[in-house]
């Protein structure tokens, strides 16, 4: 069982950057795959950002060049780096944990074992 908590959100301007933060426990974290996806509302979940075990990352392109996922072994946790935040950037994002190894596409949410709790963020013009 894996146990992931997400930092706080918050709300802020266009143009801003903000960092997201997901702690894991109950499971070694080097050997989880992590990822990120948000859902705004009335719209489906999609997926943000994926980190590997071995540190290769894949982001969606919406967030390309804005977002970068990182990850601390020595911390368990995974890190999203939100810069240049838009409003349609607003939603609520959830961090993800993979264990084994991915059987489709990393942006799938159906590869994904466990979720946090979510975290809203909000980004006003």
């Known amino acids: 069982q894996v146990q992931l908590v997400e930092s706080e959100g918050g709300a802020v301007q266009a143009g801003d950057s903000l960092r997201l933060s997901c702690a894991a426990s109950?499971?070694?974290?080097?050997?989880?795959?992590m990822g990120w996806f948000r859902q705004a509302p009335g719209k489906e979940r999609e997926f943000v950002a994926a980190?590997?075990?071995?540190?290769?990352?894949y982001s969606a392109d919406p967030v390309k060049g804005r977002f970068t996922i990182t990850r601390d072994n020595a911390k368990n946790t995974a890190y999203l780096q939100m810069n240049s935040l838009k409003p349609e950037d607003t939603a609520v994002y959830y961090c993800a944990a993979k264990l084994g190894i991915f059987r489709g596409p990393m942006s799938t949410s159906s590869e994904y074992d466990y979720w946090g709790q979510g975290t809203q963020v909000t980004v006003s013009s």
């Open positions: 109950g499971h070694t974290f080097r050997t989880i795959a």
């Open positions: 980190i590997t075990i071995s540190g290769y990352t």
